[in-house]
């Protein structure tokens, strides 16, 4: 390949950029299937730059990697992304996830992060309820012992 392109790898990443002898080369951007992307200007298949990595890793939130100055988290712990964007909410409300607008949990279901689960069927539907899979039962145990189940405003204090 040569000159502009896009490539797509079997993980469902993808490069769209400028490159020369099937190699990335010159300014280019990876997007990763979690909706994170890293840009770069590459050589020969290298991304190079002023930075030990050679150029910007973003977050799907918009989060931008820092190896010098990060401020507030590591890769294993970043619940505070959105107070620094947003602020801190004042006393009494509460934020119990990071989505914007918070995803509306059907009464016995859980938010399993890629979507809804419903115990019943034991089937994972996206936010917009469209079919995802079925839930082994290792996933199923994983789920209900781990994530937001939604619950009656009555209920949610009593968790």
Known sequence: MEGRAEYVFP???KYIGNMEDGMFHGRGTLYFPNGGKFEAEW?????????GSGGQLT???GLQYQETDWRYCDRIDRRFWTE?????KPAGRTQLTDRRP???????????????????NRMVYSHNMTFLR?????????IVG???????PEEQFNH
Not at 84 to 88: A, E, M
């Open 11 to 13: 993980s469902g990443t």
């Open 43 to 51: 050589e020969r298949g290298r991304a190079v730059g002023s930075s």
């Open 59 to 61: 977050f799907r939130d």
């Open 84 to 88: 620094i964007c947003h602020g801190i």
């Open 102 to 120: 918070e995803v509306e949990i059907p009464l016995g279901w859980y938010d399993c992060g890629d979507g809804l689960y419903n115990p019943q």
């Open 134 to 142: 079925n839930a082994d039962i290792d996933e199923h145990e994983w």
């Open 146 to 152: 781990t994530c937001r189940k939604g619950v009656t």
